[in-house]
């Protein structure tokens, strides 16, 4: 180990040379389209006769300079919407149109590129969103809810890009707001008390007869008000309060809720538990409402839970939600748990949650369920939708539930807690000083502060201690303006006149450890750091190694693969719950899960990435298992296990989560998994969606097979560039619909299209790559992208030194990219090795 | 270059742009608002994401001037069709984001026209404006905005307005949050408050403090990122004096029919919210610029829209082409009624807020991947432009910046070009 580091070393100083005297590459046409410009654009476009004040006989070749690639691109707009060459001109035929428009395109994109390359510089960035609510986290024990914090990212880039991480007034306010209620909060919880509650749910079942009873007597006077003539007048004499009541009340609906509580209430197992039965929109739900005075911080749920007997396995899970601060009908799903006890022998599930200062408090257990959104009434809604007793009847009984909390302690459980306790009884100002010292040098992740601002801070310390404050009043105002001040921010690495230089130790246990943690570095990282250990190669390897098994680097493997993988598309649309009834919000939560363990696995493991683009094995829980028709698996934690014979499971190709991003929450995209694929899986991007190409529309309305429909694509040069390389990989996905599920036929029938009837097909996913093999289908198309995972795992170093370095991808990082490609390749795409290489490189130990 | 160490000598080597007295002292009324005689000026721009559906929103090209008719898409308008102009034939030339409808769309930008990055953007229209009409209000300029701004085809940004340097504006993104900072009164007695203005002004001189040993060797790249947290901190200084200014001076009252939003809006209950909100800002002389980028996601599902509005905006005939028309027509009806609201609201002169405010409604997104042709709409008798208008402009690529600098100009601004303009537009002013 200690050995190949260093010579890995060695090989370092040799390209980190080469890679900064790197030219980078010149965006240029092949001179062989001057011949285009001649035959379509130069006869009005030249010396004498510049029409538009264009001339383009002179044009560079060389996409060298911003106003270069301007004229390029106002070309590329003009032929794209079809305005140029005009009507009356001569027109070039559609394959030298398409190939022109598919080089002009791609050249393009690697002018801008080219030109915005920042050349390795990384700018000075402040902490994202996430890794301020980490930090804040870390250093006071403290969960907060940051969501108020502007957004991070945008421009196509990770939330790591210094150049597109902003600051604004109100921004600096909020930081000082949350830094001082983070510090409220934590001083507040190291004195608290734990607590414990338990509710019998059965005990609202008095309550649920006294209603049934109140409904029966109600439709008992309604029918003899009836029978008595029915007048209005009549009303307060049968008891009723006005000719409201009596306008709301219908024998049906009355029939509807009598008949539903009748049964209900009729069961047995309501003596000591409750059951969570079926109603018209939803499952029943038991919601805990905790107090308002309930300190915050970590706390857990135990339900005693069971299961009816003889009932579908695939209904035995939990939902567990949160209600919405603002108490309106939206909720937030936290969890799932796999229920396999029986009833006769209850099993207590544990959910941990936390409290959030100003979140919610309000709680919810249901059974996991997709909500029908259509309003069907009671009495149909059980007869005809649930018409089976195993779809409709409760499965889920339980016993109780009980919270406990905080258990944490919040700022005992930090690493300023050793501070803390001095503030109690401490009086005097140097014991001020020496508190805002120890606490600004942690929060400035280990380095100290200047004197003239511990000076200045203890200066507002006695403004407070002069107000009235106490000192563990006092000491706060100080405190929460180091959590707004640069030092804590942003992730400094001052390069004097910009010239590269190595990081210190400390900048390198930072930049480390908000890599790999999203969150500033611990004791084991400062130590080192300040020993002058951590940049041995064989220390900081092992320390990568470290960091990697630690629960902390999921916040990496969500951070980035979120990001890399563009999974916010999960997050756009509601699914169409008639269409795809089985993605509900917890399928979907573990389906998202299902991306992110895998690569867990992957990192942790050790094993190749290229097992995301085919594997024998999946990372899944008992809930996914039950979704993908997997058995024997059970319970809530995600583990390896073997695909069974002929599944298309394995690989991202075979997550529902990939196949749910694209689609439109309703129906397959061909379009969108075509050029995904493209993007993440092949490393061949097609160029950013064109501004004015004419859209097809016509055929929305046509009865047509996808296939049929998307043919369209193929007519248009505009269109043909870049389709007819997305078009024939999504059709080869066409076997999953738009929830990720294995279907062999497909349908379309649009709604409100007058004499519109379904059109079937079975779906053919055979096709062939642009210019490239044939595939017969689905499996063979994975085939042939899992057979160059080369291609795969660049596009996936390209993206991590992005989000790593905090700057983006540059062609002057080539060099870098092919280095540690190179050196993955030799440990068969070992995840691990990408990282370690990374970490290794001088890039990511140089600013 | 480094960052003076000083609050105050910090201020002074700032540009010249916010122009801010260094008020050292309660009482300095000198600058108060002065006594006004005729009512000021105001700008309004309402941006809305994923363009229109092209096919309905847009007047005939061959019926112009004052004669035309309103087309579907603009037909709850009908009312105000006397006061109201569109203009067609409106481009960001430099924009090729086919889903960026707000980034750009008041400020013109080339996203890479900075050699060695690869986004890059300038001042908007509005910030413009509020460096010369903000001095004297309680708030320079107000930005609203809505949450997912790219969910709603905006694009990055925070808001439509970017500063001089081209940096975001942040925005209020829910009406609850904007209601409270325009009209919500401090109890807290003045001594307390006079108290807390002066710990604020210390907590700014201790962070200034700690970003001068940051700034130390830090290159030019560095220092305009540490420059932004400087700039942030300036900007509260700003506040801060405007905050003194007015310590004693409670918070006006917006008119009955503003009520403090109780729980959660969104979508359409939202927008109308936010337009009571805009329209009492100006009526209490709060601010006297408001940029509003409009939520579409939001919009869409309080109208049981069932697409995503991405999804929605690639309409072809068919729901997706229904539920796109809806949303133009709701979106219209929600601007009649701001339309009527600043007609109905009085200035003390007897005029009405409408007659002094210059409104612009549109998107850099035609409809679907287009951006040429952008919509626009602009009303209000502020600017002096010609109203009841159908103007199409004989150059199909026209910049959208030189109806800005009309708009400005038309606003006594003395600006020289904004953006990519090439002049302004004469049909307008005539």
């Not at chain 1, 880039?157 to 597109?164: K, Y």
């Not at chain 2, 700034?215 to 790249?221: D, I, M, Q, S, T």
């Not at chain 2, 337009?275 to 601010?287: C, E, R």
Request: with cysteine; charged share 25%; aromatic share 10%.
């Amino acid at each position: 180990m200690h050995h190949r580091w260093h010579r890995l070393l060695f090989l370092l100083t040799f390209i980190g040379t080469a890679s900064r005297a790197a030219d980078t590459p010149q965006a240029r046409m092949d001179e062989k389209h001057r011949a285009f410009l001649r035959s379509y654009c130069t006869e009005c476009h030249n010396a004498n006769k510049q029409k538009g004040k264009v001339r383009l006989d002179d044009v560079s070749f060389a996409l060298d300079t911003v106003q270069r690639a301007d004229l390029w691109q106002r070309m590329l707009n003009q032929i794209n919407s079809g305005e140029m060459p005009p009507e009356d001109a001569k027109q070039p035929d559609k394959l030298a149109k398409t190939d022109f428009l598919d080089t002009l395109s791609r050249t393009l994109v690697v002018a801008r590129k080219s030109l915005g390359d920042v050349r390795g510089k990384i700018t000075m960035r402040r902490l994202n969103r996430r890794e301020y609510k980490n930090t804040i986290r870390d250093l006071l024990g403290v969960e907060m809810d940051v969501r108020d914090l502007p957004a991070d990212g945008g421009a196509g880039t990770f939330d790591t890009v210094g150049a597109s991480l902003f600051m604004s007034s109100d921004q600096f306010e909020q930081y000082l707001a949350i830094g001082r209620r983070a510090l409220d909060e934590s001083f507040a919880q190291a004195q608290v008390q734990t607590q414990k509650k338990r509710f019998e749910p059965e005990t609202i079942v008095p309550g649920m007869k006294r209603a049934l009873e109140r409904m029966n007597d109600d439709h008992r006077r309604f029918t003899e008000w009836k029978a008595a003539g029915g007048k209005p007048e009549d009303l307060p004499k049968f008891g009723f309060r006005g000719d409201a009541t009596a306008a709301g009340f219908s024998d049906s609906i009355w029939q509807g809720n009598h008949e539903w509580y009748e049964r209900y209430l009729a069961r047995p197992e309501l003596q000591n538990g409750l059951l969570l039965e079926n109603t018209m929109n939803e499952t029943m739900q038991i919601a805990m409402d905790l107090p308002k005075d309930l300190p915050t911080g970590d706390y857990v749920f135990r339900v005693n839970v069971g299961l009816m007997p003889d009932m579908p396995t695939k209904r035995a899970f939990l939902s567990f939600l949160q209600a919405s601060p603002l108490d309106k009908a939206d909720t937030t799903f936290l969890a799932s748990r796999h229920i396999t006890a029986p009833l006769a022998k209850p099993q207590v599930i544990e959910l941990p949650f936390s409290i959030v200062p100003d979140g919610p408090r309000k709680f919810i257990f249901m059974e996991k369920r997709s909500l029908y959104t259509h309003g069907f009434s009671l009495a149909g809604f059980t007869k005809t939708i649930l018409k089976d007793p195993k779809d409709r009847d409760p499965v889920l009984w339980i016993d109780w539930v009980e919270w406990e909390g905080p258990l944490n302690k919040g700022g005992a459980s930090s690493p300023v807690a050793s501070l803390l306790p001095a503030a109690n009884g401490a009086k005097d100002r140097n014991q001020a000083r020496a508190l805002i010292e120890k606490f600004a040098t942690r929060a400035f992740r280990g380095n100290p502060p200047e004197p003239e601002f511990v000076y200045r801070l203890v200066k507002l310390f006695e403004a407070r201690i002069k107000a009235g404050e106490k000192f563990d009043e006092a000491i706060k105002t100080p405190l929460s303006v180091v959590l707004a001040a640069p030092a804590f921010l942003y992730l400094q690495e001052p390069a004097t006149d910009g010239k590269p230089r190595l990081l210190t130790d400390l900048e390198l246990a930072t930049r480390l450890s908000y890599f790999l943690w999203s969150a500033p570095p611990d004791d084991t990282l400062l130590g080192l750091a300040r020993s002058g250990e951590l940049k041995k190669p064989a220390v900081l390897a092992q320390q990568v190694d470290r960091m990697i098994a630690s629960e902390k680097s999921s916040a990496f493997v969500s951070g980035f693969l979120h990001q890399w993988l563009t999974m916010e598309r999960l997050d756009f649309f509601q699914f169409n719950t008639q269409n795809v009834a089985d993605f509900e919000t917890s399928v979907k939560a573990a389906a998202r899960q299902e991306v992110y363990e895998t690569f867990a696995h992957l990192l942790r493991s050790g094993d190749s990435l290229g097992r995301l683009l085919k594997s024998d094995f999946v990372v899944i829980n008992g809930l996914l298992a039950s979704y993908y028709g997997i058995e024997g698996v059970s319970g809530d934690a995600f583990r390896k296990v073997k695909v069974p014979a002929g599944s298309p499971r394995g690989g991202l190709l075979g997550m529902a989560a990939i196949h749910a991003m694209g689609s439109n929450g309703e129906r397959s995209s061909p379009v969108e998994r075509g050029a995904w694929v493209l993007r993440k899986l092949i490393n061949e991007p097609p160029p950013p969606a064109p501004p004015n190409v004419p859209q097809l529309t016509r055929l929305e309305a046509k009865a047509l097979t996808t296939r049929e429909r998307l043919a369209a694509h193929q007519e248009e040069p505009q269109c043909a560039q870049c389709h007819r390389k997305i078009d024939p990989i999504g059709f080869g996905l066409e076997n999953f619909d738009a929830a990720g599920q294995w279907r062999t036929g497909d349908s379309y029938w649009k709604r409100g299209v007058p004499g519109m009837r379904e059109k079937k097909w079975d779906i053919d996913p055979s096709g062939a790559f642009f210019n490239g093999p044939t595939f017969k289908d689905y499996f063979e198309l994975r085939d042939r992208i899992a057979a160059r995972p080369e291609k795969f795992a660049r596009g996936f170093t390209e993206a991590l030194i992005e989000y790593a370095l905090g700057r983006p991808y540059g062609f002057s990082d080539e060099p870098l990219a092919e280095w540690i490609v190179g050196q993955a390749k030799g440990s068969g795409y070992n995840v691990r090795t990408f990282v370690q290489a990374l970490v290794a490189s001088q890039h990511f130990k140089a600013k | 270059m480094k960052p003076n160490l000083t609050r105050r000598r910090f201020l002074r080597s700032s540009s010249a742009l916010i122009a801010l007295p260094v008020l050292e002292s309660l009482g300095f009324k000198a600058f108060a608002a002065p006594k006004l005689i005729t009512p000021p000026k105001r700008m309004i721009f309402l941006g809305f994401g994923w363009g229109v559906t092209k096919e309905t929103w847009f007047p005939d090209k061959t019926k112009t001037g004052a004669t035309w008719d309103l087309p579907a898409g603009l037909k709850p308008l009908a009312r105000h069709q006397k006061d109201i102009t569109v203009v067609q034939n409106l481009a960001n030339r430099f924009t090729n984001e086919a889903h960026w409808g707000s980034t750009f769309w008041l400020t013109g930008a080339n996203r890479y026209g900075e050699p060695g990055q690869s986004f890059h953007n300038s001042v908007s229209a509005d910030q413009i404006a509020a460096e010369a009409f903000g001095r004297d209000t309680r708030f320079t300029s107000l930005q609203l905005s809505c949450e997912n701004g790219e969910e709603s085809g905006h694009g990055p940004g925070l808001s439509l307005a970017w500063d001089r340097r081209g940096k975001p504006v942040a925005g209020f993104n829910n009406p609850v949050v904007a209601f409270h900072r325009l009209f919500s009164d401090d109890t807290t007695p003045l001594a307390q408050r006079q108290a807390l203005l002066k710990q604020k002004r210390s907590v700014l001189d201790t962070v200034l403090d700690d970003a001068g040993s940051v700034a130390r060797g830090l290159g030019k790249e560095d220092s305009d990122k540490l420059a932004e947290y400087l700039q942030s901190i300036r900007d509260i200084e700003v506040r801060l004096s405007k905050d003194e200014q007015w310590l004693d001076r409670p918070k006006p009252r917006p008119g009955n029919d503003v009520m403090e939003p109780k729980g959660e809006v969104a979508g359409y209950e939202e927008i109308k919210l936010m337009y009571a909100l805009m329209a009492a800002a100006m009526q209490t002389d709060s601010t006297r610029v408001v940029t509003y980028r409009q939520p579409v996601s939001s919009l869409l599902k309080s109208l049981k829209i069932p697409f995503s509005p991405h999804n929605m905006s690639h309409y072809g005939p068919g729901p997706r082409m229904d539920a796109s028309q809806l949303r133009d027509a709701k979106q219209s009806e929600l601007l009649a009624g701001f339309i009527d609201r600043l007609k109905a609201t009085k200035e003390p002169d007897g005029s009405t807020l409408f007659d002094h405010t210059t409104l612009a409604y549109g998107s850099n997104i035609q409809s679907i991947h287009y951006l040429d042709n952008c919509p626009t709409l602009i009303t209000g008798g502020g600017s002096g432009v010609k109203l009841g208008q159908h103007l199409v402009m004989s150059d199909p690529k026209t910049p959208l910046c030189n109806l800005w600098l009309t708009l400005l100009r038309g606003n006594g601004l003395d600006v020289a070009s904004h953006g990519d303009s090439t002049g302004l537009i004469k049909e307008l002013v005539a």
